[in-house]
Structures are given as structure tokens and as C-alpha cells.
């Protein structure tokens, strides 16, 4: 007789009660309907278990044994414990061992005559004449206590699903209560995936669904299910991306109806936007300016990512779009995530504006109050054009008489709230976001999913490839003659110092012993420059010109430089402790050479041995320089969650699916959500995924609640 609901909190369902309660509530677990969506991360098949006498070594297989003797041993030559159990079926008897085994020992686990079920490899026992052993298999106990003898149906005689087990509560306990709990549910009434779609995919009723994820019938192939294939699965994993996706399209629907600003286009303003252009921009730059364009002049609020590697020639773009909105007699916003970057774009923007009389100022919190509250009443008043900035810009008392184009370059450094509160400051202005980090398209759909796109995939001509070089510490003086011969000839260097914790203090003793180092002993000769966070912004930019200019052939910097910096006769990138780095950030660091006509090279230092992960990093980053292959592998190692570290959260969590296994299913379900909010808001099923999302949305999808 169902009688709950998937609204009940969990501790009302068989077998779980209070405590329990509390470690299904930790893993974000509060009602039945979430525990229901908790599903298996492996299957086995029991409905016939290999026989021991059949086992062959290498391959996953489970058998079905009973315990004959057990207990922990040490071993002769290193002195370690294994913990060592003898079981046998009908066929014969195997040994499974476990390596510091000491706490099945400690807590009991296992005793004679117990029926366990053991899953893993079986691999050759060297003392065992040609007998097989487990090491460290996984295991599941049938019976507790010996000599009863009834098997129960949940753990054999059928593909089983195995739980990730949360604190006490384990596989087997998970099964049960799960088991239970489909029984007594009442699934039958709740879909929120509208039964036209399901249907049109063919795909099956949510009820039935959860019942084959969790107890799958003997249909369902193995396979299918390991890999996360079945209709049910399948089903469930489009449902979530579905309701995300269409959130989303809900989202954006809503900012395409708000009333913004239609820019006009004249003959005179397209002159004045080829006029500041430096080199024939790439055909990438063509359309996507031509995107922009094309938002900017409808009258619904632009809200466009445009994404494209280092070096792609973003800020040109953005400058373009900045003349629109300039010529139609609206203010501008560029915001950057440092104040080394801010400074260079406001130069940048005044050397390329320079024959259109803009009114430009520069904001950043480094400033004297008196210049900001000038600045301000400038801006206020409608007697500044384009405002060039860090976070500073966003400060309450910051107001405009008339904005019209907000720019936020490297977004990804910014939280999505702040991008949120640069557009506040008009009504409605357009708003151009981007970023360097090439985010891999599957995230992008759902971490920007309420943005249009743009991509520059495409780098400006004569860019010669970088190369790109790990070298141990014991190559150092190699390095070094290297160096001293290409600025013989010219070249500019960047010597980079490790992130030694996240903390800027140990960063800057670390940048100031290798500036040290190279100004005294190394090349003396040579005129080094030192640049860090806890400089001035008066040193910094003086500094940095000095360095752009030419006149210091070294600069030595912590990661300060690592976005955006732009001084093309800089060939030379050595990067110290490059295993510290994550992948992205030092593609990012790479991306500041390679921006000229000359052959840059880029040198990662590490000591003698690093580890598994940052071997893999280093190798991706001397086989590739394609950011977005780079950032698909970060991905691929870190996960979601990790990819964007501390700065960015946002980042959706699954239940069942996974961004990386389920491209397909997210792409399809974006384009059926894509549809489907365009449905007539009084259609049955438009009105009730409405309804469930306002109710379930930011539970569901938490942080993502953006407007
Ligand atoms: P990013 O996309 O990394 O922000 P930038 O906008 O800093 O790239 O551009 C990188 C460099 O390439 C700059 O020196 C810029 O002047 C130059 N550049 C951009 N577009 C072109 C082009 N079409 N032709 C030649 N050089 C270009
Ligand atoms: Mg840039």
C-alpha cells in the first residue's frame, strides 16, 4: 500500500529513521523523491555466479562463497599486515588478501561459515601453485550469522545494483531500504517531463524508470547499464538535463522580452569602427562582430559570452562594439579582473581611440578619493564615454547618466552576481562577456545556458606556434644560456613564480628570490624588472611600461600577469614550478607569448620527480596548444566542481547525470527544452514545468539561479 510520497522526509522511510536521516540530509538528501534519484554507480550480475574452479585471472567476476578460516598476518620481510581469508563453494577453495588489513580484524568483519559474495580480479597467487587470489576485492555479505541458510532475493539470483555507500550506511543497506521504498511509493501520478516529449523520444514512464535503475530485470543488459545506456537511465539523465536546459530558455526568454536599447547603425558609424582598426581583423572577428552588431540593435538586451582562446583577439572586438554605443550617445563599461589588465586596456583604448575624441577615465581602487569622486561625478553627469575598470566600477555610489554597453573581459574571474550588478546600473544596457578560458561546450551550456554565444575560433595571421618545453631543475643553466642568446637578439622574457600556497605572501617571497637571483648572479648584465600583487599601482604600471617598451628584457612576476597581458615582442615564457599550476592557468600564462611575429617558446620547470597528475598536465601542455582540447582534458581530470576551483561556483551538481559521460543526452535535451519554452504559456504542460521549476529550482539547481 504506497504511502509515501516523494515529498516525505526520509526519515519516515523503512529503515532509516533520525540517525540515518542526518547522513542521507549531509549527502543532500532530505526527501523521498531525492533518495529515489540516488542511483547505483556499478551493476553485478548474481544470477550466476563464476564457479572458483572457473575463475579467470584479469577479468571483474564475483563468486559466492563461504568463509573457512580468517585472520591477520604479518609478513616476513617488510613487516606488513595482510589480513588473509580462505572460503570455498562447491568447486574449490580461494584465498583473498587485503594489505594493511588490520581493521577487518579490528572490527570483525568477517567469520566462518559466513556466505560472502567477493568482486574483482582475480590475478595469480605466487605461493599458491598456480591457484588465483583476490587482492583487496570488494565484498558483500550474505549472512550475518552462520548456518542460516535462506538467500535472500535482493542479493542473488539477479543483476544487482552496488550503491556508493554513505558512512554506515552501506551498499546492502542502501538496496534494502531503497527496495522498500519503491514499493511503498507512490510514483505512478509524478512526471516533470511533459508525456508529449517522453513520448516523442520514446522514452519510459518515471515510475518504471527508477524501478529498472535500481532493480533492473533481467532484460537490461549488463553493459548498458555500467555504462549508464539503458532507456531508464537514459530517461532519467535527459529529464535532468531537460529542466536545467529548460530553466534556462525560460531565463533568456524573459531577458529577450524585457525592452533595452535598439543602437542605430549609420554609414558614418560603420567608417568610425574601421577607422580605429589597426590590421585586417580575422574572419572570426568579422562575424562575430557582426553578431554583436546584430544584438545591439534589436531592442532586446544583448546578452552575449563571447569565448576564444588566448591571443584570439578579443578586445578588439569589444572596442568596436564600444563605438556603437558611443556614436548613439550611450556610456561604456570595460571591466577587468585585475588592475595590471584594466591599466593596459585603458592605454590600449586610448591609443586605438585616439582619433575619435572619446572621453575616457580609468577607475580602479588604487586611486586617490579625490580622483574617484571625480571620476564619479563625471560619470554621472554623462561626461565620460567609456569607463575602463576593476571591481572598483561596481561600487553603489558608481552611477551613470546613460549606459548602454557593459564589457566584462575574462568573466570567468567574476562571480556570476557581479555581472548581475554591472547591468543594474542602467536600464537594460547590453551586456558583452568574455572569456579566454575556453570552457568546453557541454559546460558552457549549462553554466552560461542564459547567454547567446560567440566564438572566435580563430587566431590572427603571421602567429608563429609555440613551443613548448618541460625542463627539470638540472637543466637550468641550458635554460639560462638560452635566454641570454635570445635577448642577444632582441627577445623580451617572462619569468613566472610559483603559487606556493593560496597565498600571496609566500608568491611574492618566491618572485622576489628568483628576481634576486637572476639581477644578481644570473645576468647582472641585463635589466630585470620585478612585478607582484603588493606593489603600487603607480610601480606596477611603470613597470609594465618599462617592460612594454622594451627597456626591461626580463620580468620577473607572480601570477598577476596570468590574464590578458598583452606585449607581443615577449617570446619567452619559463614558468617555475609549473607541476603547482592547474592545466587552464597555465595555458592562460603561455597564452601572454606567442602574440608576435617571432617563434616564442615556453619552458615549464619543475624539480627532479613530480607526480602522476602533474606529469599528465606537463605532457597535455607540450603535445597541445588548442585551449579548448586543454580544457576538455582539465575537465576530464578535475571534474566540474574543480574546474573553476573557488572562483566560479555555479557549477550545476547531477544527480544521475555527468556532464562528461552525457554530452549527447544534454545537447538533445537542449534543444527539445529550447523548443518547448516557446510553447504557448497556457499549453497544460508549459504551465506545469513552470510550476515545477519555481518550486524546485534553486533546490535543484542551487547557485545557477542567475538572471
Ligand atoms: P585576447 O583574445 O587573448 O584578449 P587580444 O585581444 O589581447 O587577445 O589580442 C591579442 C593580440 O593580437 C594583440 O596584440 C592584438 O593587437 C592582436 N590582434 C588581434 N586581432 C588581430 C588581427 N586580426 N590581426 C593581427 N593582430 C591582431
Ligand atoms: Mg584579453
Given at each position: 500500500m504506497p504511502s509515501l510520497d516523494l515529498k516525505t522526509s526520509v526519515q519516515y522511510i523503512k529503515g532509516v529513521g533520525p540517525r540515518r536521516a542526518v547522513i542521507l540530509e549531509r549527502h543532500g538528501i532530505r526527501e523521498v523523491g531525492d533518495l529515489l534519484t540516488y542511483a547505483p554507480f556499478r551493476y553485478e550480475d548474481r544470477t550466476r555466479f563464476t564457479l572458483v574452479k572457473q575463475l579467470l585471472p584479469g577479468e571483474p567476476q564475483s563468486i559466492c562463497v563461504t568463509v573457512l578460516a580468517c585472520g591477520l598476518a604479518r609478513t616476513r620481510r617488510r613487516g606488513m599486515f595482510i589480513y588473509d581469508l580462505a572460503a570455498r563453494d562447491d568447486s574449490g577453495i580461494i584465498r583473498c588478501k587485503w594489505f594493511n588489513g588490520q581493521y577487518l580484524e579490528r572490527q570483525k568483519v568477517f567469520r566462518q561459515g559466513m556466505q560472502v559474495i567477493f568482486y574483482g580480479k582475480p590475478e595469480p597467487?605466487?605461493?599458491?601453485?598456480?591457484n588465483l587470489q583476490f587482492i583487496n576485492p570488494q565484498f558483500e555479505i550474505i549472512h550475518n550469522e552462520p548456518g542460516l541458510e535462506t538467500i535472500n532475493s535482493l542479493e542473488m539470483g539477479r543483476v544487482v545494483p552496488v550503491y556508493e555507500a554513505m558512512g554506515e550506511l552501506g551498499s546492502r543497506q542502501l538496496r534494502r531500504i531503497l527496495y522498500g521504498l519503491l514499493e511503498s511509493t507512490a510514483l505512478k501520478e509524478f512526471d516533470p517531463l511533459p508525456a508529449s516529449i517522453r513520448r516523442a523520444r520514446g522514452l519510459p514512464e518515471r515510475g518504471v524508470a527508477l524501478r529498472q535503475i535500481h532493480f533492473p530485470d533481467s532484460r537490461e543488459k549488463l553493459e548498458l547499464l555500467n555504462a549508464f545506456r539503458t532507456p531508464s537511465q537514459q530517461r532519467m539523465i535527459f529529464e535532468e538535463f531537460f529542466l536545467l536546459e529548460a530553466g534556462l530558455g525560460l531565463k533568456r526568454k524573459r531577458a529577450r522580452r524585457q525592452t533595452g536599447i535598439s543602437f542605430q547603425t549609420s554609414d558614418a558609424i560603420r567608417g568610425s569602427i574601421k577607422k580605429i582598426l589597426p590590421f585586417h581583423p580575422t574572419t572570426a572577428q568579422k562575424r562575430v562582430l557582426r553578431e554583436i552588431v546584430e544584438d545591439m540593435r534589436s531592442p532586446s538586451p544583448m546578452n552575449r559570452l563571447l569565448q576564444g582562446d588566448v591571443g584570439s583577439g578579443k578586445t578588439i572586438v569589444a572596442l568596436q562594439a564600444m563605438v556603437i554605443a558611443i556614436a548613439n550617445g550611450y556610456q561604456t563599461v570595460l571591466m577587468a579582473p585585475t588592475e595590471i589588465l584594466a591599466a593596459q586596456h585603458y592605454l590600449y583604448a586610448r591609443r586605438i581611440f585616439a582619433p575619435l575624441h572619446y572621453r575616457m577615465a580609468l577607475l580602479v581602487s588604487g586611486l586617490k578619493a579625490k580622483e574617484r569622486s571625480e571620476i564619479r561625478s563625471r560619470l554621472k553627469n554623462g561626461e565620460i564615454d567609456l569607463v575602463v575598470g576593476t571591481?572598483?566600477?561596481?561600487?553603489?555610489?558608481?552611477?551613470?547618466?546613460r549606459l548602454g554597453l557593459v564589457v566584462i573581459d575574462e568573466?570567468?574571474?567574476?562571480?556570476?552576481v557581479q555581472r548581475l550588478e554591472l547591468k543594474r546600473k542602467g536600464e537594460f544596457p547590453d551586456t558583452l562577456v568574455m572569456t579566454a578560458t575556453p570552457i568546453p561546450r557541454t559546460l558552457a551550456l549549462t553554466l552560461y545556458g542564459d547567454l547567446d554565444f560567440s566564438v572566435l575560433d580563430e587566431l590572427p595571421p603571421l602567429r608563429q606556434p609555440i613551443e613548448t618545453r618541460w625542463l627539470k631543475d638540472d637543466q637550468r643553466e641550458k635554460l639560462y644560456w638560452f635566454l641570454r642568446q635570445e635577448m642577444k637578439s632582441g627577445s623580451q622574457v617572462y619569468v613566472v613564480c610559483p603559487l606556493i600556497e593560496e597565498s600571496e605572501v609566500s608568491d611574492l617571497r618566491a618572485a622576489i628570490a628568483m628576481y634576486e637571483d637572476l639581477s644578481k648572479h644570473v645576468f647582472p648584465d641585463i635589466p630585470i624588472g620585478l612585478l607582484h600583487g603588493r606593489m603600487t599601482n603607480k610601480e606596477k604600471d611603470e613597470v609594465m611600461t618599462r617592460f612594454s617598451s622594451g627597456t626591461l628584457s626580463v620580468l620577473v612576476s607572480t601570477t598577476v600577469i596570468e590574464v590578458g597581458v598583452d606585449v607581443p615582442n615577449a617570446t619567452i615564457m619559463v614558468i617555475e614550478?609549473?607541476?603547482?599550476?592547474g592545466l587552464a592557468q597555465l595555458h592562460q600564462l603561455r597564452g601572454r607569448i606567442g602574440r608576435g611575429k617571432k617563434k616564442s617558446s615556453c619552458f615549464l620547470m619543475t624539480p627532479e620527480t613530480v607526480n602522476e597528475d602533474a606529469r599528465h598536465r606537463l605532457k597535455c601542455l607540450e603535445q597541445t596548444l588548442d585551449g579548448f582540447k586543454i580544457a576538455q582534458m582539465d575537465l576530464e581530470l578535475r571534474g566540474p566542481g574543480e574546474f573553476f576551483g573557488t572562483r566560479q561556483s555555479g557549477v550545476p551538481m547531477f544527480r544521475m547525470a555527468n556532464l562528461i559521460r552525457d554530452q549527447e543526452v544534454l545537447e538533445l535535451a537542449k534543444r527539445e527544452a529550447t523548443r518547448f519554452v516557446e510553447r504557448p504559456a497556457d499549453d497544460p504542460e508549459f504551465e506545469a514545468v513552470l510550476r515545477y521549476l519555481r518550486a524546485n529550482w534553486s533546490r535543484r539547481f542551487g547557485l545557477m539561479s542567475v538572471g
Open positions: 597467487d605466487p605461493y599458491g601453485h598456480g571591481h572598483a566600477v561596481l561600487e553603489k555610489n558608481v552611477e551613470f547618466q568573466q570567468h574571474r567574476f562571480g556570476v614550478h609549473a607541476e603547482r599550476f
